[in-house]
C-alpha cells in the first residue's frame, strides 16, 4: 500500500466537519450489491468497468421486483387501483430523477439510453433548426453516441461538424472553444460532461455560458457525470443535458433527456404513436404536453421504478461523498500505476481533474492481452476503443485499457488491479 | 505456464517472421477487427500459382499477431488454390492453443485478410460461422 499525502488529504477533505458536511469517505458498501459476493474461477470478483455499466443495489433490484409483483399494469388513462399505483410510481420515480439532479420533472423526458437521448436532440431540435452554412461543434474526446448523430444530421443538412481538441494531457481549450464560436457560423456545441476514456472532467459551466453567448444551443452528455459527481443541470444551464441509467446504479433500458423548456415545446416530436398525443384525428394530430410528447409508446415503467430507486440510493450515499471515495480511489489507482515500468497512463494527471476513470497503455502487451490476464485474477477491465475512435486516433493508440470505479469499489480492488498488472507483465516477460 | 499465452506465442508476438511490406506485389488486402481495432494487411507475390512471397503488417494483440506469424511461416511455398480454401480449424489446429468464442476473431484474423487477397472475397468468414 502506497498511500500517500494525496489520498490522506483526499480523505482529510472529506471528513466530517458537522452537520450537513459529507458522510467520511471510505465507503465500504459492497454488501448492498449481491452480484459482487460472485466469484470468478474462485476469486473475488473485482468489478472496474463502471463506466460501461454499473452494478445495482438490492434496493433497486427489489424495485422492479415489487413492480411486477405487487403493481404492474399500464400507465396513464387508467382509472383502476392497480394502474393508477403504476402511474404514480413512473411519475414519482421522473420527480425524483429530475430532482436528484436539479431538474424539473416536465422537461425531464425518460429516453432508452443515452444515445436515445442524444439522436432525440439531432433529430427533432437538429432538423429544423440546422442549414447549409451551419456547423456544429463536437470534441475529439466524444462517445461515438455524441459523434454518430450530428455526422448523420450535418450530411442531412449541409452543415459542417468541427471538433474542438483535446491536448496531449487529456484536457479541452476554451480558447479554441472562442475561436471556433467567434466563426459565427455554430449552432450547436455538443460536449461530454466526463470523458468515459481519459476521465476528463470538463468545465462545461463555462462551455455552455460562451455557448449562448455566441448564440449557441448546448448538449452536455452527462452519462458518466451524472454516476460520481453532484450535477446540477440548473446551474450547469446547458439546453439539453443527456444521461443514462444502467450507468448511475440503475437497470438498463432508460435514459434521460433534461432540456429548456422553450426548446422542447418548440420542437416537433421524436417517435409518433400513443401516449405522446392530446388528439388525433384522421389526417392530423396534437401533441401531448412535456413531457410526454417525446414519450411515444408504453413506457419502459419497471426501469423507470428502478431508475428512481437507484437516486434514492445515491441520494443516500450523499454525492458528495461518493466523489470524495472515488476520488481516493482514482488517486490511489494513479499513483500505483506510475509504479509499473512501460504503463503510460492517458489523461489528466490530477485526480481533481478527473472522474473514476483510468485508462492505460502497457508498451510490450496490447489491451486485450491485459484484459484477458486481469480476468483470471478475478480483475474485470475493459480494454478497446470504448466507443471513441476519433480519441483513439488522437491519442495515437489503437485501443487502451480502462478500469473504472463505482461507489462500490474499495481500495483493495485497487490492489488486485495492480498486483494483476505486475503479474500481467510478468507473463509477458517483461 | 499460461495456457494461452505459451512461450512460442509470446516469442512469435514479439518478434513476429514476415512482418512488414512487400515491394513489389501482387496481391494484398487489409481489414479490422472491429470489435477491438485490431488492423492487418498483408501483401502477396506470386510464383506462378505459389506464394513466393507474404508479409504481415498492422496491430493487435498476442494472439492476432502470433497467429499471423505462425501461418505465414505456412503459407510461403504454398499453392494459391490450397491456401484460399485454408479454413478455421486450419489455423487454430496450427496454433495448438485453446481459443475461447470472443478471442476467435484474433485468431482468424490473418487469414481473413490473406483469404480476402486471394480471392477478392473479404466476406469469410460468414456472420455468424466463424469459418468453422
Ligand atoms: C460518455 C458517454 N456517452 C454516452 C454513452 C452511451 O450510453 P448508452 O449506451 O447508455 O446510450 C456512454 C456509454 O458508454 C458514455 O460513456
Redesign the interface.
Known sequence: MTAGPSIASARAEAAPAGPGAPLPVPLDIRGDFPILAREIDGRRLVYLDSAATSQKPESVIAAIDDYYRAHNANIHRGVYTLAQEATDLFEGARQRVAAFVGGEPATTIFTRNATEAINLVAYSWGRTHLGPGDAVLITQMEHHSNIVPWQLLCAERGAELRYLEVSDSGQLSLAQLESELARGDVRLVAVAHVSNVLGTINPIAEIVARARAAGAVSLIDGSQAVPQLTVDVSAVGADFYAWTGHKALGPTGIGVLQGRAELLEAMPPFLAGGDMIASVDFQSSTWNELPWKFEAGTSMIAEAVGLGAAVDYLTGLGMERVRAHERALVAETLERLAGLPDLRVLGPADADARGGVVSFVIE??????IA??LNRQGVSIR???HCA?PL?RRLGV??TARASFGPYNVSADVDALADALAGARR???L | MDDLYRDFILEHYKRPRNFGELEPRDLEAHDYNPLCGDEMGVHIRLDGDRIAALRFHGHGCAISQAAASIASEELIGMRRQEAAGLDADWMLELLGIPISATRRKCALLNLKVMRGALTGDASWPPEGDDGA
Open positions: 510490450g502487451i496490447h489491451p486485450h492481452d484477458e490476464l480494454a478497446g476503443h475512435m483513439m489503437p485501443a507473463t509477458f516477460e
